[in-house]
């Protein structure tokens, strides 16, 4: 049962527009999101966050919005840079657990 | 960055044979983890630490052991390897302060282990 899902394996956009990431969760209990990237032969960095109190979380190119009725998470990239070609994962956990639930990745290409 | 460091960084192996995978961080921080990384699966949980000789399974954990005895180090053994342990083993470390969860995990850079 996947908790954390990543529906789109792969996104395309063009440098200097607006890259949109999305993920999707079934457990209600979740109360903290995070997103990370990853570079082939690197270790996942962790990107940006959100708590289940707020809807928006913003740092600098990087805005996650929380849909918490629609279990719905989406990271928005403005302007979308080569650089940010890489694979995005998405994970949740809820309080207390210390455990953290990964989606499969979308792969983003930055195209030039 | 957070220092993890993650040993050996690749690692080619024969079937039935022990391995051991090494995971050392200089944060002090209490959590630890193991994950595995597939394509089509992204990352799943193994085992995790949240203290000196404390573990608990992860959500893929058969076929691996853990243990604890430092703070800095965690070490994940496949005590005989199969072929469906080929994968790209991450740790991860968290700080693992209050009751929050809300706190971000900080990851190795992997090690690349083939099973043939």
């Known amino acids: 049962d996947q908790q954390v899902k990543q529906n789109s394996p792969s996104l395309s956009v063009q440098e200097g527009r607006i890259s949109i990431l999305n993920c999707d969760y079934t457990n209600s209990m979740f109360d903290y999101f995070l997103w990370y990237k990853k570079y082939p032969a690197e270790g996942p960095t962790f990107l940006i966050s959100i708590s289940s109190i707020k809807d928006k979380n913003e740092d600098g190119r990087f805005t996650v919005f929380l849909n918490k009725s629609a279990k719905h998470l989406s990271l928005h990239i403005v302007p979308s840079q080569p650089g940010d070609s890489a694979v995005y994962f998405c994970a949740a956990t809820f309080s207390g657990t210390y455990k953290y639930i990964f989606g499969t990745g979308t792969r983003l290409k930055v195209l030039a | ?116």
């Open chain 2, 1 to 116: 960055d957070a220092g993890i460091t993650q040993s050996p960084r690749h690692k080619v192996t024969e079937t039935g044979t022990p391995v051991t995978l090494r995971c050392h961080q200089t944060e002090n921080h209490r959590y630890m983890y193991w994950y595995r990384q597939d394509p089509g699966h992204g990352l799943r949980l193994i085992h995790y630490s949240y203290g000196v000789k404390d573990t608990d399974k992860g959500e893929v954990s058969d076929g691996y052991s853990v243990s604890r005895s430092k703070t800095e180090d965690f070490l994940l053994t496949l005590e005989s390897a199969t072929s469906s342990q080929t994968s790209v083993y991450f740790c991860a470390i968290s700080e693992g302060m209050g009751q929050s969860s809300n706190q971000p995990q900080h990851f190795g850079d992997g090690t690349r282990l083939s099973i043939l």
